[in-house]
């Protein structure tokens, strides 16, 4: 078996020393970085999506999985960067402003990472500027808002009509999710999606962006 | 009545069953080894760290009329309306399992173990739930001692934030209860910290006033009904 097809089996099975180690030789055999990117790690990912949505394996597989690749993306952040391979995106994600749930959000960084996508987390209880002043500076693609009550949801509205203000709204994406929002939900305040779960925002953003 | 009560955490362990559902993995697929190994640490961190602590006060149903209405936002018909205005006993509570547990899961996540994080968010919320059902069950021999409670009574909790009963509700009922006595502290969007506390209220009365339809309109944004199973379990006890 070859190192990428060994780097993607293990990554499935979620072993994460497997993955690190095999992830180093590699680097040090000098295969490509995109192609242990692309093929090792992002490959082994989709089938654990894959494998997730036809409920073959579950959430602790799937985290185990995520936290395997994780770890290698740290070993290979600094050579993407210096071989200047682009990501497939950069995704600002927080929880909003008055409320503290941050499971949820939690895990959509965690897939959307493991899916291959840049994701600063700016934590709970975020301010609508937050969400904006990053997502202008770091130039990310998609804004990701997470609220879990009724009474922090609104401060998701206040961010889209902020955006607009500021002008760049309809340049970047805004998603949402949350137990009490809604897709009815997601189309009164303006934005682009509701996102019901973690995979489903892997593929929401993936389809907003057109990649993957 | 108003009380303090420290629960121990060997009546609140939830079952591995339940925890292992909770990810995802549904009834009648044996989950693998380091799944339930996880499940296994995940209780052992909560037995650990998790300290659940109630507090319950007695009041009148003249006392909750002025606390029930909140900020004016409930729904203009609601379940728990309905049933304690016929209730023969209240009493308002909250719970908690105190913030170092809370801040463990998200330790966990900080450092990777996500799984064995969203496995311990699932013991710890599962354990609330079980701190606020001992505490209902402390409050029912209660009323069994005074001999106002018997087999044709039954018993049910209600938060705000359910059932039509809207969130901002916590505000009156904690100026009343003062769960900060506990350490329970409400911001301003009525969100309990330590994260994992439950608060509201305790109802009971007659087996026959707990019987409602989950035809409210609230009802269809609810994704559990699981009201219609307390009901049931009540009118068979």
Redesign the interface.
């Known amino acids: 078996m070859d190192i990428i097809k060994e780097i993607s089996k293990n990554l499935e099975s ?1 072993n994460t020393g497997e993955v690190v180690k095999l992830t180093e030789k590699a680097i040090s055999d000098h295969i490509d970085v995109k192609i242990i990117l692309n093929e090792g790690l992002i490959g082994g990912m989709s089938i654990v999506g894959e494998r997730f949505k036809n ?1 073959e394996i ?4 799937v ?2 999985a ?2 395997a690749m ?2 290698a993306m740290d070993i290979l952040k600094p050579l993407l960067i210096k071989g200047d391979v682009p990501g497939l995106g950069k995704v600002v994600i927080g929880t909003v402003q ?6 949820g959000k ?2 959509v960084a ?1 897939l959307l990472k493991g899916a291959g996508f840049e994701v600063i987390d700016l934590g709970k209880d975020v301010a609508p500027e937050k969400f904006l002043d990053v997502a202008e500076s770091e130039n990310a693609e998609v804004v990701g808002m997470s609220a879990l ?4 949801m609104p401060v998701m509205k206040t961010v889209i009509e902020r955006a607009k203000a500021r002008g760049f709204f309809g340049k970047k994406k805004f998603i949402i999710g949350g ?2 929002l809604s897709a009815d939900y997601a189309r009164e305040i303006g934005a682009d999606a509701y996102c019901y779960d973690g995979m489903n925002a892997v593929d929401t953003v993936k389809q907003l962006l057109k990649v993957g | 009545m108003r009380k303090i009560f420290n629960i121990p955490v060997n009546k609140v362990i939830p079952g591995i069953n339940t925890i292992i559902r909770a ?4 009834a009648g697929i044996n ?1 693998d080894e ?2 339930l190994k ?1 499940a296994q640490e995940a209780i052992s961190i909560f037995t650990k760290l998790a300290k659940p602590t109630g507090i319950i006060m007695e009041l009148s149903k003249e006392d909750f009329n002025e606390i029930y209405p909140g900020e004016g936002q409930n729904a203009s018909s609601t379940p728990v309306e309905q049933i304690y205005k016929k209730s023969n006993d209240l009493a308002l509570y909250a719970v908690t399992i105190e913030e170092e547990i809370c801040e463990k ?2 330790d966990q ?1 900080s450092i ?4 064995l ?3 311990l ?1 699932t013991v710890a919320s599962e354990g609330t739930e079980l701190t606020a059902q001992a505490l209902e069950e402390i409050y029912k021999e209660h009323l069994i001692n005074i001999n106002r409670f018997n087999g044709d009574y039954g018993i049910l909790r209600f938060s705000p ?1 359910y059932c039509g009963w809207h ?2 509700g916590q505000k009156k009922l904690f100026k009343s209860l003062h769960p900060e006595d506990i350490g329970i502290e409400l ?5 309990m ?1 330590p ?1 994992k506390s439950i608060s509201g209220i305790i109802i009971s009365g007659k087996k026959e006033i707990f019987k409602f339809d989950d035809s409210f309109p609230f009802c269809a ?1 609810c ?1 559990t009904h699981s009201c219609m199973e307390r009901i049931e379990k009540i009118q068979k006890q």
């Open positions: 979620g409920h579950f959430l602790p597989d985290l185990l995520a936290k994780n770890a008055g409320d503290l749930h941050d499971i939690n895990l965690i009550l009724t009474t922090t137990a009490p | 990810q995802g993995i549904p989950p380091r799944t996880l899961i998200s996540f990777g173990e996500y799984a994080g969203l496995m968010d934030g969130i901002s911001n301003s969007s009525f969100l910290q994260l944004d994704a």
